[in-house]
């Protein structure tokens, strides 16, 4: 089991390498992309290149892939700016219905994306073009050595979960349903981002979260992953929303995401193809 | 000691620390620019009136008595004990301040029985000893009331028997008539002077009332700008005042100067003849009563204190007025709204200023 | 729709401030520049509250307030900041006695660091806390190897962390009813031969009694409102470390509805124990 830990690690060097030679092919065939992406129906004019200012509500986890999509796309689009806003897809999905200005909604789950559909929000159907799993975050070289789901229920073992009212709470719940497991944590955090703080910060001993939180954590802790994750594997749904103020760009926003080369991108963040 | 000793006139100072009885400090505060720098002495029974204008320092040599504010040098020696460096809480000293500072939220009872318990007696024996002050005061029943209901005088009475209950060696009174009215002084006044006159031990009141100083105390210190400029018994100092500031509070004309027999001759030039016959540097003095005014210069007059003078200002003085008078001999002159009226007295009007030599009163400085 | 009525005579006395405007004197002619925006002010405060109570599902309510998870949150949260108020009292007299009545070098910058937890968002006096008393903290290391202590994840560390939030406006509080104070008394006292503790004891902490109980109520409120340094160092755990605030935001997640019943819950609590001591002072005066 140590020996995936480490493979797992060399696999994510060689990941971030590969996504450096994504980017690179992307800003040097841009036309080509620009072409292929024109297949949607709704598309106006496929021959008009994008312009202005492109605002996207993404889910926080999809931070550091959205950054660096985003820059891709101002470069191959000289004109745009794109303005990203991250944050818990719960707020996000609220702040729309609420009737905030924004072309793309990128969530972390179908639930949240459930929300902003059934208030008719959204052009068109949402797009899967991510997924992303959990993955056990450990202190830095693993003390307590947790190799499984079960090593969790050790007692003794300080462990934190998100709350089962926020998608990685759900999905943990899943997991230690789906492998016949009580756990009984420390605390239920309210986000992700909490849960993984406790571990940083060495205040619990381990914490179910995201593969890509542990991965944006760099060596501040260290991931088990775990055969049961497959069974509550979050997808990743992208869609145009209905009041988009620049919806030609927003459009080749989300081709751009969801081309080969930008699903690389967010691969080398953690995320697991659809 | 008993109150006896307060009526023999002139008990000097320092007499009672001889025995190391009494009060014995030289009270040294350096303020920056201000420098306090009185010597206090006093015996047992005496009462005390530290007297000076405002500004004077009276209240910082009173808070350096109590131990609020530090010596900056000197001595304080209470009974033959050295206090200037025991705390405020251990020294034999109680304090009634200007404004009283009763506690607000403990009834006058147990104002009183405060300094007691903080001495260790218990609960009912504060109580009992302090039910017995306000008996003595004639408060007995308001015992119960807390201070916003007591009239000025019984507040000052119940601040008076909070610091005797004590049994202080030196007992300090920070301005105590200063916050009544009028009326409820004169009372007030009385009262106090009985009550320090039953007091054994040494007493020190603070004042800018030369009345309330001379009532109270058998003893005046005058403090100007932080030093002693005159003390003695009350009488000494209304009949020779040694500065403006004491010339004024007891009304009289004083002027400085160099006496040859008769004749003194001031040091702002005049000359004012007397009936002493001194040498040397004197005071001269005379009250504004002495003064007699004319339109004209006099001639038939056998007076030789002949001053023209100038009108400067005129006030009322009660049934009497008040003119101040600028030329040769800056002075006041008292005379009667009928004298005022026929020597058609106005701001600027010159007169001439007589002043009989048997009227006047010089003594050495 | 008597409920709203209710609130708003409540709220009333919340903005009227618990000790102050006992009498109030008809004064001809309020100036149009001032009344103005007092009304829009006035509004702006109490209009997201209506929203509240208009808003609230009225008819499931009984059913979200009759829950066992809504009365342990509860009861922990009255619990907690109770304690928490208890130690800020503790704790916070005295140090605002020391800024309020000594002289000492870097005195104003100690009263700047006694406020800053006033301006430091919520998480990060957390993440603090963790850094401080955490299983690896500078103190906390030691609590764990030496006493086998743990703060967070604890009942404990719920009252830390209020604590943490809420002693500012106590000290601030008790500090400016010190200097208020006539420190006279003090001095009185010590002439009559009381220590300076006693002097504090006797005379200065009944003359300021109601200043202090004015900042403990704030104290308190603050405590009872607090949410982000209490999930980021105690976390969350029902009936541990879950107060009422924890449990409106993570049920505002998946129910809305819920959040507002819960929210009205801790709403009418604070209400309530405003407006009983407020009572308690007035007739005590």
New interface residues.
Partial sequence: MTTRSARRTRRARQVAGASAAALLALSACSSADGSASSGSPASTSASEKPSGPVTVFAAASLKEGFTALGKEFEERNPGTKVTFSFSGSDSLAASITGGAPADVFASASSRTMKIVTDAKDAAGTPATFVRNQLEIATLPGNPDRITSLGDLARPGLKVVLCDKEVPCGAAAQRTLDAGGLKLTPVSYEQDVKGALTKVELKEADAALVYRTDVKAAGDRVEGVEFPESAEAVNDYPIVLLKDAPNADAAKAFIDLVRSAAGRQVLTAAGFLQP | MTSMDKTRPGLASGSGSASGEGLDARIVVDRGSFRLDVLLRAAPGDVVALLGPNGAGKTTALRALAGLTPLDGGHLRLDGAELEHTPPESRPVGVVFQDYLLFPHLTALDNVAFGPRCQGATKAEARATAAGWLERMGLAEQAGAKPRRLSGGQAQRVALARALATRPRLLLLDEPLAALDARTRLDVRAQLRRHLADFEAVAVLVTHDPLDAMVLADRLVVVEHGRVVQEGPPQDIARRPRTDYIAQLVGLNLYPGRADGHTVTLDTGPAITTTEDLTGPVFVAFPPSAVTLHRHRPTGSSARNLWRCEVAGLETHGDRIRANLTGELPLAADLTTVAAAELELRPGAEVWATVKATQTHAYPA | MTEPDKSRAAVGTLTGGPLRGRVRRHRPAVPIPLLVPALVGLVFLLLPLLALLVRTPWRSLPGQLTSPEVWQALRLSLLCATTATAVCLVLGVPLAWLLARTEFPGRGFVRALVTLPLVLPPVVGG?AL??AL???GVVGQWLDSWFGVTL??TTAGVVVAEAFVAMPFLVISVEGTLRAA?P??E??????????F?AFR??TL??IAPGVAAGAVLAWARALGEFGAT??F?????GR??TMP?TV???L???PAAAIALSLVLLAVSIAVLAGLRDRWMTAS
């Fill in positions: 993440v963790l850094l955490g299983r690896n967070p994840f006539d006279r008394y001095e009185a006292a010590m002439t009559l031969g009381a220590s300076r006693t006797r005379v009944p003359l999930i980021t105690a976390g969350n755990f029902p470390t879950q924890l935001y993570l049920a997640q998946s129910d």
